[in-house]
């Protein structure tokens, strides 16, 4: 058998054992809990590749990116135009999934060509601008996306017998393959990104988001760096939107891919740390935990009491005081990188005065 490699090789030896630990009990976890609390970590999954995403072109590169909804919708619509029975192409899961993943990163080029000169809040303003007629498009365009009444049934990937009856004592059969589909997507996510880190193109990405001007007079093509990212992001999230729809077996409302979606994975960053990985896991278990796993128990609780208390309608603020207590008391985040850490706190360190000469 040849070796894996070396862009995971290399990664996979850079993992510190308490992740890989995490990864073998999110392995069993199907094992120990119900189908419900199974499909929602599925979605966990998702949202973090998106996060991932985001943490390319806001984490690495330092460029702040408001649309990354956008293109998680659109991930989520090539998927179901290569899919569903309405079209001719029907393709496979995976073939789908790959040309999702091409296609919107092709869309990152085009919004990035034209705009990478852009820096701060009109880069910024640009991408808002683009998510929102991404959005109107998808909405309007109901003869290609069916607008409000979306795209489906979205055909589920196949699954081989002989798994089939290996996952059918652990539930739903779809729902299981599909968790364990997402983990290992998300996984060698992880170690692409991880390898990126320590590569000259990460560290192209960094050089820009400390000082433009001093990295491009050392050689680094600002141009080439910053459009590399957007397009890695732009593919990330329309990977996760391709898996988003087809485990939805939907494209889903278009407003589902508005400014909200793209501020609350922003969010995520920020809470957890931005150009951190471990950072914006954590992140997205806590914002998106909180919103998928925690709220619904919360909201059946306040009906069982009898109370008209709706914890969902209080989202956006809960994500709105979180964001503001961490800019103010910890604006590194809860796991930052170690650069950012310093950067952040350098200032802080106490100065040691001279000692007068004896």
């Given at each position: 058998?040849?070796?894996?490699?070396?862009?995971?090789?290399?990664?996979?030896?850079?993992?510190?054992?308490?992740?890989?630990?995490?990864?073998?009990?999110?392995?069993?976890?199907?094992?120990?809990?119900?189908?419900?609390?199974?499909?929602?970590?599925?979605?966990?999954?998702?949202?973090?590749?998106?996060?991932?995403?985001?943490?390319?072109?806001?984490?690495?590169?330092?460029?702040?990116?408001?649309?990354?909804?956008?293109?998680?919708?659109?991930?989520?619509?090539?998927?179901?135009?290569?899919?569903?029975?309405?079209?001719?192409?029907?393709?496979?899961?995976?073939?789908?999934?790959?040309?999702?993943?091409?296609?919107?990163?092709?869309?990152?080029?085009?919004?990035?060509?034209?705009?990478?000169?852009?820096?701060?809040?009109?880069?910024?303003?640009?991408?808002?601008?683009?998510?929102?007629?991404?959005?109107?498009?998808?909405?309007?365009?109901?003869?290609?996306?069916?607008?409000?009444?979306?795209?489906?049934?979205?055909?589920?990937?196949?699954?081989?017998?002989?798994?089939?009856?290996?996952?059918?004592?652990?539930?739903?059969?779809?729902?299981?393959?599909?968790?364990?589909?997402?983990?290992?997507?998300?996984?060698?996510?992880?170690?692409?990104?991880?390898?990126?880190?320590?590569?000259?193109?990460?560290?192209?990405?960094?050089?820009?988001?400390?000082?433009?001007?001093?990295?491009?007079?050392?050689?680094?093509?600002?141009?080439?760096?910053?459009?590399?990212?957007?397009?890695?992001?732009?593919?990330?999230?329309?990977?996760?939107?391709?898996?988003?729809?087809?485990?939805?077996?939907?494209?889903?409302?278009?407003?589902?891919?508005?400014?909200?979606?793209?501020?609350?994975?922003?969010?995520?960053?920020?809470?957890?740390?931005?150009?951190?990985?471990?950072?914006?896991?954590?992140?997205?278990?806590?914002?998106?935990?909180?919103?998928?796993?925690?709220?619904?128990?919360?909201?059946?609780?306040?009906?069982?009491?009898h109370w008209t208390l709706s914890f969902k309608e209080w989202n956006?603020?809960?994500?709105?005081?979180?964001?503001?207590?961490?800019?103010?008391?910890?604006?590194?985040?809860?796991?930052?990188?170690?650069?950012?850490?310093?950067?952040?706190?350098?200032?802080?360190?106490?100065?040691?005065?001279?000692?007068?000469?004896?």
């Amino acid at each position: 058998m040849s070796p894996a490699p070396a862009i995971f090789r290399s990664a996979w030896w850079r993992w510190p054992r308490w992740e890989l630990a995490t990864l073998v009990v999110l392995l069993l976890l199907p094992l120990a809990i119900g189908g419900g609390l199974g499909g929602k970590m599925t979605d966990l999954f998702i949202f973090a590749i998106l996060a991932l995403g985001l943490n390319v072109v806001v984490g690495y590169t330092g460029l702040l990116h408001l649309g990354i909804g956008a293109f998680f919708g659109i991930g989520a619509y090539i998927a179901g135009i290569l899919t569903i029975a309405n079209y001719p192409f029907q393709v496979s899961f995976t073939t789908a999934l790959v040309l999702a993943t091409l296609g919107t990163g092709i869309w990152g080029l085009i919004l990035g060509a034209p705009t990478i000169r852009l820096r701060g809040d009109y880069l910024a303003l640009v991408t808002l601008g683009f998510g929102e007629v991404v959005k109107v498009a998808l909405k309007n365009l109901e003869d290609i996306t069916g607008g409000m009444q979306t795209l489906n049934p979205l055909p589920p990937p196949a699954v081989p017998d002989w798994l089939a009856n290996c996952l059918r004592p652990l539930g739903s059969v779809n729902d299981v393959f599909f968790y364990y589909l997402a983990l290992l997507i998300l996984a060698g996510v992880v170690m692409l990104l991880r390898n990126l880190e320590h590569s000259r193109l990460g560290r192209a990405w960094v050089a820009l988001r400390e000082d433009e001007l001093a990295a491009t007079c050392l050689g680094i093509n600002a141009t080439r760096v910053k459009l590399s990212a957007f397009a890695l992001g732009a593919a990330l999230a329309g990977m996760a939107g391709c898996l988003f729809a087809t485990k939805l077996s939907s494209t889903s409302d278009p407003h589902t891919y508005s400014f909200n979606l793209s501020i609350t994975v922003l969010c995520c960053l920020i809470l957890g740390g931005l150009g951190s990985i471990r950072g914006v896991l954590l992140g997205v278990l806590l914002l998106k935990g909180y919103e998928i796993i925690l709220v619904p128990q919360l909201d059946q609780w306040a009906q069982s009491l009898h109370w008209t208390l709706s914890f969902k309608e209080w989202n956006l603020m809960t994500f709105g005081v979180v964001l503001i207590l961490m800019v103010r008391f910890r604006p590194e985040g809860l796991l930052p990188s170690r650069r950012i850490q310093h950067e952040l706190h350098q200032d802080t360190q106490p100065i040691v005065e001279p000692k007068p000469a004896s």
